[in-house]
């Protein structure tokens, strides 16, 4: 099988649908000839032309709204913003206006949309370029909110994002764009709401999100050399959570740790460990259930300091140690 990175994947999604689908159409901010800011978009102006992936004025509201509206009126859209910080733009409508009307108009009105947007720390671009806002995104009903790890995820999700009739957030963190993986050619989905179990493990859990999976993945491998056997698993859809495949794994392992790159306080990881607490998994934990989150400060522009913001692989495996040492 080929290899692609992420960003190559995300848009092979997108040209497969616009080419299956005319009603599919890209806006955002300078995606035609220059690509995107991330360069997701670049080249696909040339195949599409500019009335299906179209620039638009420098107002995240605004592309929002003509996303909704076009939505409304029976077009797919996939709206770029340039930086997930830039959501809290656009709020009224992703909040008041897509996230309800479904609801509002009985059924008789469907806005099927996707956000796409890069998000994360790691790339030097400071406190309103770095963030992790996708709690603020799950505590609205009527989103659905998406964040792959992997190009084969990021393509089969994102090809399921626009099939659905409904208004889905989809984060792409920034250093996983560059990452590569396997990913077939021809057409494939995967379903919203179904978790995977990247690493296969008996010892402990660990619950990643996003580029966190790879820094689970990372300290697993550290921590088998030492006999401890980690089991990683990415929820890859935070609404709807796959709760089963949570449980399960903790049922088998008894200890879990809950790593996400957000701001732990208020973050999805206590989400997470409610649904454990709060299910048949909580009889077999055998140690307290753990989380790691980023720090409760503005991500800072020097590199040693983001850095030490939000987990790091040396911080997921002295958690997963504590969790194993735990009697």
Request: hydrophobic residues 40%; without cysteine.
């Amino acid at each position: 099988m080929r290899e692609i990175t992420y960003l190559e994947a995300v848009r092979e999604a997108m040209s497969q649908e616009m080419r299956k689908n005319e009603n599919v159409f890209i806006l955002g901010e300078d995606i035609g000839v220059y690509g995107g800011a991330f360069g997701v978009t670049r080249g696909m102006i040339e195949e599409f032309g500019a009335e299906r992936v179209r620039n638009t004025p420098i107002s995240e509201s605004a592309i929002a709204g003509a996303a909704v509206g076009s939505a409304l009126t029976g077009m797919r859209p996939i709206l770029e913003l340039q930086f997930s910080d830039f959501i809290t733009i656009a709020m009224d409508q992703l909040v008041n206006q897509a996230a309800k009307l479904r609801y509002m108009y009985g059924g008789k009105g469907t806005v099927p949309m996707v956000l796409r947007t890069p998000a994360g720390s790691g790339t030097g671009a400071a406190a309103q370029h770095s963030q992790s806002l996708e709690a603020w995104m799950t505590h609205i009903p009527g989103l659905k909110v998406l964040q792959p790890s992997t190009a084969y995820d990021a393509k089969g999700l994102l090809k399921a994002a626009i099939d659905d009739d409904n208004p889905v957030i989809f984060y792409e963190h920034k250093l996983l764009y560059k990452t590569k993986g396997d990913v077939p050619e021809e057409e494939y989905s995967i379903p919203i709401g179904k978790a995977d179990i990247k690493r296969q493990g008996n010892d402990v859990t660990i619950i990643a999100t996003s580029l966190m999976v790879k820094k689970a993945l990372e300290a697993a491998a550290e921590l088998e050399k030492e006999g401890i056997d980690v089991e990683v698993v990415d929820p890859r859809t935070l609404v709807p959570l796959d709760e089963e495949t949570i449980i399960e794994s903790v049922k088998k392992t008894g200890r879990v740790v809950i790593v996400h790159e957000a701001v732990k306080r208020g973050g999805f990881g206590g989400e997470i460990a409610s649904v454990i607490s709060e299910s048949e998994a909580f009889d077999y934990l055998d140690s307290p259930i753990k989380r790691l989150g980023g720090l409760p400060i503005p991500i800072p522009y020097n590199p040693n300091l983001e850095k030490a913001t939000v987990p790091q692989v040396d911080n997921i495996i002295d958690s997963i140690k504590e969790a194993v040492r735990f009697k």
